[in-house]
């Protein structure tokens, strides 16, 4: 059968591999965080392969962005949930007192 | 004239009494019948040439010409020449002939299977309960079919059958002593060193017993030559036939590439008016066995020793030429409609496959699966995808804007030759459902139909391919880019489905769907399914519910997933496993048995919360594998490793442990070819033995590091959806390292991590906790 065009892995990695050079003249810490942009846009590829109106680097971002916005979003989640124990505790605290 | 009744078991071309059909009775005796059968086949181009072809066949005897009409699937009506030849052995010769002189003509319905053509002419199929009247001398007047091949519950015969197997692979260190012959209720072991008396045995068995089926291992490849060589050696006639007048059937070896694999099909032995199936060089005949392989003959009409072996793509192509012949369509001979030209942004939407989306890696609760049944196949009969029918202009056409492309209304060839098929899956399948599993039927009537279903299953898997292989005498790729859209469309309507239901879809792979919802029922998954079912207008099964499901990520990066490497696993055992080694052909067993021991300790916890209290005892086990392993207690057969020969051996530029392996044993004067299965035993860095040496390896050579870093990563798979490290599982494993470790050692303590923190379940991973 064989099909023309590359699988959507293919397409991701051939994305990924455009950006050598930048990625190269990243600090090594910087270099981390793209690691991490990176491993958020290889776990969406079959959507990115999906939009086939748009170029891969065009969804690229969106993906990085739907990513952050779930981490920022986990993160404010727990963060309040902490918050509301704290609250919980120094009411009990105070009640106490 | 008298009349018998029984099955259609066998049919083939003789080269004097034109057809041989052969019946088992309902009395259980074979009735053989011979046929005068008229071959037809057309001719098409240019008037002079026909001419001259007119000249060219009168002169042949008996042959009659007549100038027709016939309907041409894509082009539609052809002005021919039809060519009647009396007797399939003649045809042989002259179509031959003809081809030679007149290369340039276009030929139709030349290279059908003579079964497909007697199915056509005489409304029967193969394996048909069937009704014959025939003249004493075996004349064949009439043949009927008492049944059809759609019947659910077909009544068959019970078919003598003999089973003979060497007692030890004939590639082993030692060759086989024995050959084991069952018959009847009889076992009877016999000596290949007394050639004599074996082939005496086996023509003892053949006369007195009969069996309508031979079964053996390695038949094609080693026992029916090796026993043509002792007969003609020791002077003792021996002719495995029932049909004594004909030669037996060989066909030679071949290997080939199929999906981006190399297959080696052995030479074959075929037998005339009995079967022989060498269950070692089948196909997919080990996945449904006799009543599966009974099955795909009666529905495609290919001889049953032929579809045994076979690829189900034969089985399809043959499905297809069955209907056209039915229908009075031309069947092109090495004749392909192109590809319809479509622009580049079209060639990009359409060249693609079914969807397959990355899962979440982690481990989640409450998963059900849920399957469309035979989605290709039904997509193709739902929507009318034929390879004639995308493309078509009529004024009915259902017009897809993405790809450009409308696909017409006239009832395609493809969907015609499917849905009989797919429909009977189906009742099978819902019948095996509706029985509840502790009621008694329900093994019997499962040990009845699942051979059914599984040989209907392959059936349906390669019709989709077939509609865009190259090969094909009906493909044409643009009908199986349609069935790839189409699939796509359908399985993302499902998935919004099922969100809009409140359910998460943890995945999509193809046609199955993967979701869950902590608080779903068995029923609410059911009506889910049931919805999507009347939404898409596709038959879609709830397959089964998991009190948890792991998907699993890749080997260099556990942040990464991958779509078909999971497992979920059931109290009632029908766990669904898919990617990791112990379903891995290249897996030693004793990695896979590892494996599997410790998936058996995670199986018992029902709860996902509580699998991490489960790790002391996984573990143990893995150290006393490994112990086992460092002791060298293991039996060297369950380290061996089996892979595939990609390319033929000279075309090897660097030697990996398989090639080293074949190399071996080419020096030993054997011949690997390509395709075929090489089994080894690492011993070192890039070495390996050939286990199929004659010289067994020295267990001291083992490459034991090896087999252990095998071993650390068949636990690692299983292990690391609840949050295990490899860092950590070298640590506990071979570095001695105690379970305490700090929480920032822990890849799930991150909380941008999907994956639930199991680990953080248990108290004694806390440092802080101890």
Redesign the interface.
Known sequence: ?G???PS?TQIVLDELDELRSFYDALRRSDQLILDKFF?DV??????I??A??LLPIEVMPFVMLLEAYK?ND??FG?LHAEMQGLARAIETFASKR | MKEYTGWLFDLYAHPEKGLVVWLVGEDGRPYRFHQDFEITFYVGGPVPRLRELWTFLRTREKVKLVRTTREDLFDGPQDLMEVRVPGPFKYQRLFKQTRECFPDLIYYDVDIPLSLRFMAARNVFLMAHCKVAAQPDGNLIDITALDVPEELDPQLPQLRKLALSPDREPSSKTPPRYLLAKYGGFSVRAPLDKPRELLALLNGILSAYDPDVIQTRFGDTWLFPLLEELSRQTGTPFHPNRDQSVPVLRRGEVTFFN?GRAHYRGPQVHLRGRWHIDVENCMTYGAYGLLGAIEQTRITGVPLQEMARRSPGAGVAAMQSLTALRRKVLIPYQHQKGEIRKTY?Q???A???G????P?IGIFANVAVLDFTSMMASIMIEFNVSPETVGAEDEAAFEIPELGIKIGSQPGLMPQTLKPMRDKRLAIKRLLKSLDKKDPRYRSCRHRYKPVMDGLKWLTVVAY?RL???NSTFGRINA?EVVSYLS?KVILQAKAIAEDRGFTVLHLYVDSLFVSRPDASAEDFQTLADEIERETHLPIELQKIYPWFAFLGTRD?P???V?NRFYALSADGEHKIRGIALRRSDTPRFVANTQTQILNILAKEPDPARLAGLLPEALAVAREQLSLLKKREVPLEELVVSQTLSRELSEYSHFSAVASAARQLQLRGKSPRMGQRIRFIYTGPGTAHAWDLPVAPDPRTVDLTRYREMILRAVYEVLHPLGMTEKMLRDWLFGGASYVMSVGELGSSD??KLALPLFNDIKYLHVDSL
């Open positions: 059968m099909r023309t065009l959507a491993e290889l776990q969406h590829r079959a959507a392969a999906n086939t109106n981490k986990r993160a727990q | 999906y942004a060639l990009v939407r060249d693609r496959g969807l397959i989306l990355q979440p391919g865009g292989f190259a199986h796509r990066n942040n990464i997933s779509a909380p941008t």
